[in-house]
């Protein structure tokens, strides 16, 4: 899989309908997560938001939120500070994960959440959204990312050096639900050469409110199938197929 | 670290339309805020009749923003994701040379379907990554010196130069020969 060899990380998001009751609720119902986060790495990072919602990070670089309508895990990396005597600082990288085994890390834990969350009744979602944020250098970036940029691109005349775009495509309609999926780059060549972002968001959105009784299973069929589009994205030709 | 969602951006949907909360206003309690730091202010003055309420409005659709991987420049970047293909590609490295040999062989055999050519060219970028990722930073560092090397070169023929064009004037020291001519 083409993100594994790039600095990835994946977010997966549910929104749910409003509730406004229930919201309340979430800190006291995501304690047993909570507990564990505090036994394991000692510390853990909580806010809460004061329209209502709550957050926490951990060591490691998982974000949960829960907003009014909105249940996020996400997965991020951070750079720490190295600082030795006689040396200057220097910035010390955090060890790479394959993309691949953090979402499958995610699917995990957003299941997990959601369990927890759906204590009295199931959660209903409308929308299920796997997100993949990657940085790369431009020049080596996959054929079918470069495909896309380059088409766009080859509406001007002149070379494209600057650009923060988002196209959103109907994947498949179903009777229940329909797939679609966000592309987002953006790059400044001015500004950092050959440096690139791309986002590929793909979503479930269900017509009726759908109930995730068994979060796992359903979650790991959409990962699936998000993770057969990315692919296919990254390979180029998906007019082809 | 950049984040891409703050507390005053969160995006909220309800019955099928996007809602985005806006800024809150800062509310300052017992602070010099305004009349905060004046005793003879009534309490409340000053004080707009729905502060600290976020206004929720409808936007058009959209997606999950997330954070960035990290906040890395981009030479990390180009460690961070060789590093990545490393680990991933290059254990495959042989089995990838095989499908991108056999594509290749039954291309000159005849045309490919556009499938199998997009297929050749993701191998070909795989094995360009794989390359990458084993040599490319000492590639990086030859280029590196190289171009030092370069900039040493035209320090020191500039400097040549320089040295040719002074024109030696007369000596202030008498040679021998000069002090015996002399007597």
């Not at chain 1, 650009?163 to 001015?190: G, I, K, N, P």
């Not at chain 2, 806006?22 to 010099?32: D, F, K, S």
Request: proline share 6%.
């Amino acid at each position: 899989m083409w993100l594994d060899t790039f600095i990835a990380v994946p977010l997966i998001g549910l929104q749910t309908a409003p509730n406004f009751g229930a919201l309340y609720k979430y800190p006291e119902r995501l304690q047993p997560l909570l507990d564990e986060v505090v036994a394991r790495d000692s510390e853990v990072q909580v806010g809460v938001e004061p329209a209502g919602g709550f957050q926490f990070r951990t060591k490691r670089g998982f974000a949960y939120k829960v907003l009014l309508d909105n249940v996020i895990v996400e997965f991020t990396y951070s750079a720490s500070d190295k600082r030795l005597a006689g040396h200057r600082p220097a910035i010390e990288l955090p060890p790479v994960e394959s993309f691949g085994a953090l979402l499958e890390e995610t699917v995990d834990q957003a299941a997990r959440v959601v369990s927890l969350l759906s204590a009295s009744e199931p959660l209903r979602v409308r929308r299920v959204g796997l997100l993949a944020s990657a940085l790369m250098e431009k020049s080596k970036a996959p054929p079918g990312v470069a495909d896309m940029i380059g088409r766009h691109g080859s509406f001007f005349s002149g070379d494209l050096i600057k650009a923060e775009s988002t196209f959103v495509v109907d994947l498949d309609r179903a009777e229940a639900h329909t797939d679609r999926c966000h592309h987002a780059y953006a790059f400044d060549d001015a500004e950092r050469p050959d440096h690139l972002t791309v986002k590929l968001d793909w979503q479930r959105v269900f017509r009726v409110p759908l109930a995730l009784s068994a979060p796992t299973e359903q979650l790991r069929r959409m990962k699936d199938a998000a993770l057969a589009y990315f692919e296919r994205v990254g390979q180029g030709g998906l007019r082809d197929a | 670290m950049p984040s891409a969602q703050t507390a005053a951006q969160t995006k909220y949907s309800a019955e099928g339309v996007v809602y985005e909360r806006g800024p809150a206003e800062a509310v300052t309690l017992g602070g010099p805020g305004p009349g905060g730091s004046d005793p003879d202010r009534p309490v409340g003055a000053g004080a707009g009749p729905h502060r600290g309420l976020r206004t929720l409005r409808a936007v058009t659709e959209t997606g999950a923003e997330g954070e960035l991987p990290g906040d890395f420049e981009p030479d990390m970047v180009r460690e961070l994701n060789r590093t990545a293909t490393r680990q991933q590609l290059l254990p495959q490295r042989r089995q990838i040379a095989r499908d991108r040999s056999a594509l290749f062989m039954k291309s000159q055999e005849g045309p490919l379907t556009r499938r199998e050519e997009a297929t050749l060219r993701y191998l070909e970028w795989q094995l360009d990554r794989i390359e990458d990722a084993a040599i490319g930073e000492g590639l990086d560092r030859l280029a590196e010196m190289a171009a030092a090397h370069e900039t040493l070169a035209k320090r020191v023929s500039g400097w040549l130069r320089d040295m040719k064009k002074l024109v030696p004037g007369p000596s202030k020291h008498k040679g021998r020969k000069a002090r015996r001519s002399s007597r």
